[in-house]
C-alpha cells in the first residue's frame, strides 16, 4: 500500500520524456519527474521516494527527503506567512503549510516551532500543525521511576513546563524543581518521577537517588580541576549561585559535597571547597 507523506518503494510502470511513472497501488500511477531518475532505478525496475503533493495537488515522488515525515515531529523554521496560513522549510520544492486553525499562537517569519506533520484525508495534501497534544498521549505510558527519557519543552504554565517524552507523550516539569532556564522547543534529557494513576506523568531534569549525586558528584570534580583545585563555594552559598555554577538545586549540592568529603575527595575551607592531593 502507497502511503502519502511516507518513504515508498514502487514499481516502474513506464517511462516518458517526463520521467517514469510508478505504481502507486489504489492511488494510480504516480510521476517521478526525469531529474530523480537513475540508471540503477531502471535496472532494478523500481525506486524509494517520497510521495506528496505538488503545486497543483497532483501526486508525485521524489527522491529528495523531507526534514519530516507524515506522524513525526520536527522544529522547522517559517518560510512565508500568507492569507491562509504559514508556510515552513521542510526540505521540499514545495513548502509545508500550517493552517491558521492548527496554529496555537500566529506563527512569524523567520522562527522555528516544533510541529506535528499530518495527511488531511479528504484532500491528501500533507500539514503541520503547533497543537501537538492531540497526536500525543494516544498509548499506555509505560515507563519506571527515575527511567531516563528524552524531552522537548513544548509549553509553560504556572505550575511549570510541559514536555512531550520521547514524541510520544506529554508529562510537567514543575517549577519548584527545576534549576536552570528553559525555553520553548529546548530538547534535553530528563528523567520520570512518576506515573500516576490517571496515567499524567511527572518529570525531573535530575537523575533520582544516588545515581542523580554521583553525576553532580563527578561534576564537581571536574570544575574543581579546571579551577587548580579550589573553588569558592560552599553549603553556606546561596541557592542562586549554586545554580549559576552547577545547574542544580542547593540541597542536591549538599548532598554531593558530603558525600565528595566522607570520600577524602574534598576538603572544607573556610572560604569554599578545595579538591583533596592524592598521596
Same mark, same amino acid.
Given at each position: 500500500?502507497?502511503?502519502?507523506?511516507?518513504?515508498?518503494?514502487?514499481?516502474?510502470?513506464? $517511462?516518458?520524456?517526463?520521467?517514469?511513472?510508478?505504481? +502507486? %497501488? $489504489? &492511488?494510480?500511477?504516480?510521476?517521478?519527474?526525469? =531529474?530523480?531518475?537513475?540508471?540503477?532505478?531502471?535496472?532494478?525496475?523500481?525506486?524509494?521516494?517520497?510521495? #506528496?503533493?505538488?503545486?497543483?495537488?497532483?501526486?508525485?515522488?521524489?527522491?529528495?527527503?523531507?526534514?519530516?515525515?507524515?506522524?513525526?515531529?520536527?522544529?522547522?523554521?517559517?518560510?512565508?506567512?500568507?492569507?491562509?496560513?504559514?508556510?515552513?522549510?521542510? !526540505?521540499?520544492? =514545495?513548502?509545508?503549510?500550517?493552517? #491558521?486553525?492548527? @496554529?496555537?499562537?500566529?506563527?512569524?517569519? %523567520?522562527?522555528?516551532?516544533?510541529?506535528?506533520?499530518?495527511?488531511?484525508?479528504?484532500?491528501?495534501?500533507?500539514?503541520?500543525?503547533?497543537?501537538?497534544?492531540?497526536?500525543?498521549?494516544?498509548?499506555?505510558? $509505560?515507563?519506571?521511576?527515575?527511567?531516563?527519557?528524552?524531552?522537548?519543552?513544548?509549553? $509553560?504554565?504556572?505550575?511549570? #513546563?510541559? /514536555?512531550?517524552?520521547?514524541?510520544?507523550?506529554? +508529562?510537567?516539569?514543575?517549577?519548584? @524543581?527545576?534549576?536552570?532556564?528553559?525555553?520553548?522547543?529546548?530538547?534535553?534529557?530528563?528523567?520520570?518521577? *512518576?506515573?500516576?494513576?490517571?496515567? *499524567?506523568?511527572? &518529570?525531573?531534569?535530575? *537523575?533520582? +537517588?544516588? !545515581?542523580?549525586?554521583?553525576?553532580?558528584? /563527578?561534576?564537581?570534580?571536574?570544575?574543581?580541576?579546571?579551577?587548580?583545585?579550589?573553588?569558592?563555594?560552599?553549603? *553556606?552559598?546561596?541557592?542562586?549561585?549554586?545554580?549559576?555554577?552547577? %545547574?542544580?538545586?542547593?540541597?542536591?549540592?549538599?548532598?554531593?559535597? +558530603?558525600?565528595?568529603? =566522607? =570520600?577524602?575527595?574534598?576538603?572544607?575551607?573556610?572560604?569554599?571547597?578545595?579538591?583533596?592531593?592524592?598521596?
Amino acid at each position: 500500500m502507497t502511503e502519502i507523506g511516507k518513504i515508498n518503494t514502487l514499481d516502474i510502470v513506464r $517511462e516518458t520524456g517526463n520521467g517514469v511513472y510508478l505504481d +502507486g %497501488g $489504489e &492511488l494510480g500511477e504516480i510521476l517521478m519527474p526525469q =531529474k530523480f531518475v537513475t540508471d540503477e532505478m531502471k535496472a532494478a525496475g523500481k525506486a524509494e521516494v517520497f510521495v #506528496y503533493t505538488d503545486s497543483e495537488d497532483r501526486l508525485v515522488a521524489t527522491t529528495e527527503k523531507p526534514l519530516a515525515k507524515v506522524g513525526e515531529l520536527a522544529c522547522l523554521e517559517v518560510k512565508q506567512v500568507t492569507n491562509v496560513g504559514a508556510f515552513l522549510d521542510w !526540505g521540499l520544492p =514545495k513548502d509545508l503549510l500550517v493552517p #491558521y486553525r492548527e @496554529q496555537r499562537e500566529r506563527m512569524e517569519v %523567520g522562527k522555528s516551532y516544533w510541529v506535528h506533520v499530518f495527511l488531511d484525508l479528504l484532500s491528501n495534501r500533507i500539514a503541520a500543525t503547533t497543537k501537538l497534544q492531540k497526536y500525543l498521549d494516544n498509548t499506555p505510558p $509505560e515507563y519506571n521511576p527515575g527511567q531516563e527519557v528524552d524531552l522537548i519543552i513544548f509549553d $509553560e504554565t504556572d505550575l511549570g #513546563y510541559k /514536555a512531550i517524552i520521547n514524541r510520544e507523550h506529554t +508529562g510537567m516539569l514543575y517549577k519548584n @524543581q527545576v534549576f536552570k532556564e528553559l525555553r520553548i522547543g529546548d530538547v534535553t534529557r530528563g528523567f520520570i518521577a *512518576k506515573v500516576r494513576k490517571d496515567e *499524567k506523568i511527572d &518529570l525531573m531534569l535530575e *537523575k533520582p +537517588g544516588y !545515581g542523580k549525586v554521583d553525576d553532580i558528584s /563527578a561534576k564537581i570534580l571536574k570544575e574543581l580541576k579546571n579551577n587548580r583545585g579550589f573553588m569558592a563555594v560552599s553549603d *553556606k552559598s546561596s541557592p542562586d549561585m549554586i545554580q549559576a555554577l552547577f %545547574g542544580i538545586s542547593k540541597k542536591t549540592f549538599k548532598q554531593a559535597i +558530603g558525600g565528595l568529603y =566522607k =570520600k577524602r575527595l574534598i576538603s572544607f575551607e573556610s572560604d569554599g571547597i578545595k579538591l583533596v592531593e592524592e598521596d
